[in-house]
Structure formats: C-alpha cells, structure tokens
Nanobody, 124 residues
Framework: QVQLVESGGGSVQAGGSLRLSCAAS????????MGWFRQAPGKEREGVAT????????YYADSVKGRFTISQDNAKNTLYLQMNSLKPEDTRMYYC?????????????????WGQGTQVTVSS
C-alpha cells in the first residue's frame, strides 16, 4: 500500500515562494507516475504538474508554467513542487498522487494513491 505524506504548505504573500514535499513509502516497485494536483472548495481537482519517472518527462498546467517546477529525489523517495511567483489564485489544497503506470498520466482519475493534502494560501 503506497503512502504519501505532503508537507510544506502555508501562507505567503503574492510573489512569494513555497516548496511542497511528498514523502512516499510502502511500495516495492516504484510508481512511475507521480504528480501534484490542487482543489478549491466546491471545485473539481485539477492537475498542476506530473512527472513520469522512466524518462523524467513532465507536464505543467498552463496556469503554472514558468512558475512551478516538479522534481523528485528517488534516493529519498520524495516528490517536490517548487512554487515561485505565487498568485492569490494559487490558493488551493494541494495533493500529491501516485500511480503504477506504463505511460504518463495527467488525469487525476488515473491516480490511485493520494496524500491528505497541504493547504497553500496566497494573500494579495
């Protein structure tokens, strides 16, 4: 059973930065698909950034391109999301997700394992 634990959320002023971390454990074979998703109250969960471990390919939502960077440290089994130039509209609950996959996944419905989430609040 894959377990994911996020950390690093918090409150920041617009223009500031945060780095989210997601510690993964409980698996023998490495899940090849990992990603960050976010959700506002009453809204659908949306993709922020994903990474496909076998070739390191990444995907970013248009709204975060150039500001957010997804990365992973395989030795530490940790996924990161560096968020720069934060905007008030980035205020969401952010979730880490993982899936055993043979191709990159972008749709949150394709991810089986989820963390509890970490809140990011950006004030203007």
């Amino acid at each position: 059973q894959v377990q994911l634990v996020e950390s690093g959320g918090g409150s920041v002023q617009a223009g500031g930065s945060l780095r989210l971390s997601c510690a993964a454990s409980g698996y023998t074979g490495r899940p090849y698909c990992m990603g960050w998703f976010r959700q506002a109250p009453g809204k659908e969960r949306e993709g922020v950034a994903t990474i496909y471990t076998p070739d390191g390919s990444t995907y970013y939502a248009d709204s975060v391109k150039g500001r957010f960077t997804i990365s992973q440290d395989n030795a530490k089994n940790t996924l990161y999301l560096q968020m720069n130039s934060l905007k008030p509209e980035d205020t969401r609950m952010y979730y880490c997700a993982a899936a055993f996959c043979l191709r990159p996944y972008r749709d949150p419905n394709e991810y089986r394992y989820w963390g509890q989430g970490t809140q990011v609040t950006v004030s203007s």
